[in-house]
């Protein structure tokens, strides 16, 4: 689908794409793809908590080196976090302002109540809510230390035990990944579709794609509080 140019054949602007529902769209597919990258590459960080604790001690160490020494201890991980934080407000306010969109549109309910959407397109919604929850638990918890009970700076594997340890550690944790999946899963497959990457001949593997993803990650996510409860990892 084309935009419509301005007058005088001059290209929209981002600020003009951005009041569009396409531009909008776009953006949350962008800033999701953005950060499921993200998640794939924290998610196999943390699984390195198998191998004990001076492999993911190392490795949290090597993350604060990145960069030296054009960039000093450290610099990388709050660029990588300010860049993270620039994708998660751009992905909530978009999502956002197309919700209030669409309730505007259709301001009177629909006379038929019969579901037609999936269990994670109606819980996108929510799951989001319950996502930028557990951002802000999961910085206090793991990063800044604030809540975890037994939090030491640059021990990543004794803090990441101290805070599973806990049945609401866990438990916000393990329901906060739930979420994660069904999010991942639904999302994919609509940034696929903002993009321009499905077609008859695609939807298929994409689908696959954003099941396997959902799967990938919750699974690897899952693993490493389960551990922690189950006395694998202590």
């Known amino acids: 689908m084309a935009l419509a140019t301005r007058p005088g054949g001059r290209p929209p602007t981002l600020a003009v794409l951005w009041r569009t529902t396409l531009g909008k769209k776009a953006v949350m597919a962008v800033s999701g793809l953005v950060m ?9 960080g943390n699984l390195k908590v198998f191998f004990g604790p001076e492999d993911i001690n190392g490795y949290a160490h090597w993350l604060r080196t990145l960069g030296q020494p054009l960039l000093h201890f450290g ?33 009177v309910k629909y006379v038929h109540t019969r ?20 951002i802000v638990w999961h910085i206090l918890d ?14 990543p594997y004794q803090n990441i035990v101290a805070s599973f340890s806990t049945w609401y550690g866990g438990g916000v944790y393990c329901l906060a990944v739930l979420a994660l999946g069904l999010h991942v899963r639904h999302g994919f497959w609509s940034a696929a579709q903002t993009l321009g990457a499905n077609s ?3 939807d298929r593997a994409l689908k696959l794609t954003a099941d396997a993803l959902a799967l990938l990650l ?4 899952l693993s490493v509080p389960v551990a922690v409860m189950t006395g694998v990892v202590r």
């Open 218 to 221: 919750t699974a690897g996510f």
């Open 75 to 107: 610099w990388f991980l709050w660029l990588a976090r300010f860049a993270l934080l620039a994708a998660v407000v751009a992905h909530g306010v978009a999502a956002y302002q197309l919700s209030r969109r669409d309730l505007a549109a259709r301001p």
């Open 115 to 134: 579901r037609r959407a999936s269990y994670a397109t109606r819980t996108m919604r929510w799951g989001g809510v319950i996502l930028g929850l557990f």
């Open 36 to 44: 499921l990258l993200y998640l794939v590459a924290h998610m196999l």
């Open 142 to 155: 793991l990063t800044t230390l604030t809540v975890n009970p037994l939090g030491e700076e640059g021990h």
């Open 200 to 202: 008859p001949r695609r």
